[in-house]
């Protein structure tokens, strides 16, 4: 997964890296794809065609779908929750 929970103590990393949470065993992807620096580095390291993120979560639709080309696509898919629940 690439979401914002990767990035805690590998903002600095050069290198793509799956981190692993000792306390749950979920693994993340060391980028940040809340914000728009995180995106930047995360195209620049090269997450969409390196494989390693079978998810990534990003509220930026337009810096998320530039991470992608003709040899490495993505899909779009959202959730909503009714707004008057």
């Known amino acids: 997964v690439a979401s914002r929970q990767g990035i805690f103590d590998h903002i600095a ?3 793509l890296q799956v981190i692993e949470e000792k306390s749950t065993g979920h693994k993340y992807v060391n980028v940040d ?3 728009i620096v995180g995106m930047i580095r995360a195209k620049r390291l090269g997450l969409a065609s390196s494989g390693l993120a079978d998810i990534i979560f990003s509220p ?3 810096p998320a779908s530039n991470m992608f080309d ?3 696509q993505g899909r ?3 959730l909503f ?3 008057i629940e």
Do not use: C, I, K, S
Request: proline share 6%.
């Open 76 to 78: 779009f898919f959202a």
């Open 13 to 15: 990393d050069e290198t």
């Open 70 to 72: 003709a040899q490495h």
């Open 60 to 62: 930026l639709l337009t």
């Open 33 to 35: 794809t809340a914000d």
């Open 81 to 83: 929750r009714h707004p």
